[in-house]
């Protein structure tokens, strides 16, 4: 399932995605490429982090994207790593290397120019959880550190989205 959106950043704090996450005793991994890190840096700036954040990987080169996160080279040939189909495969390829609960994982153009013939501000963001999860395909405004920045906060709004409909522990 992809949705579409246009809006900039949600303003998520990754201190209730973290929160979320340990109500419902889960565990949490990034898979990223134009964020190269900060959606991961964002997360672990929280004290106590280390409790639910099992880890990321950037994966800013293809072959890193293909051989560490599992991307099928059909996916890369066919609609590029600049996709819907490549975010929903990094995330689910970092929830299983990692063995988290759910896997986020961003891709796109931040600039300063196009990729595979995809405007600067072309972005996917993936989760993938134990149901699934949503991709979200976003056209974000602005210079390359405000497209990474409303990247983040998109995928830490997607997630936290997800988590909020996702049922507690049982037990």
């Known amino acids: ?12 704090a990754a201190g209730e995605v973290l929160a979320q996450l340990r109500r419902l005793s889960a565990t949490l991994a990034t898979a990223e490429s134009l964020t190269g ?14 409790d639910v954040f099992r880890g990321g990987v950037v994966a800013y080169a ?9 991307v099928p080279e ?5 609609v590029g790593v600049v996709s819907a189909q490549c975010a929903a495969a990094m995330a689910r390829g970092v929830r299983a ?8 994982a961003t891709t796109g153009v931040a600039g300063p120019t196009e990729q595979e013939g995809k405007r600067v501000g072309t972005v ?8 699934g999860g949503p991709t979200l395909a976003l056209e974000l405004p602005g210079s390359r550190e405000q497209v990474v ?3 983040c ?16 522990p049982t037990g």
């Not at 059909?74 to 066919?78: I, L, M, T």
């Not at 906060?153 to 507690?168: F, K, N, R, T, Y």
């Open 1 to 12: 399932m992809v949705a579409s959106s246009r809006r900039a950043g949600s303003g998520v």
């Open 37 to 50: 890190g900060r959606l991961a840096a964002s997360l672990t700036a929280v004290p106590g982090a280390s």
């Open 62 to 70: 293809t072959e890193v994207k293909v051989a560490v996160l599992g």
């Open 74 to 78: 059909e996916v890369v040939a066919s």
């Open 97 to 104: 290397l990692t063995g988290a609960t759910y896997g986020v």
């Open 124 to 131: 996917f963001v993936a989760v993938a959880g134990p149901d």
């Open 149 to 151: 920045s409303r990247t």
């Open 153 to 168: 906060a998109e995928a830490l709004g997607a997630l936290l989205a997800v988590l909020a409909d996702a049922p507690g």
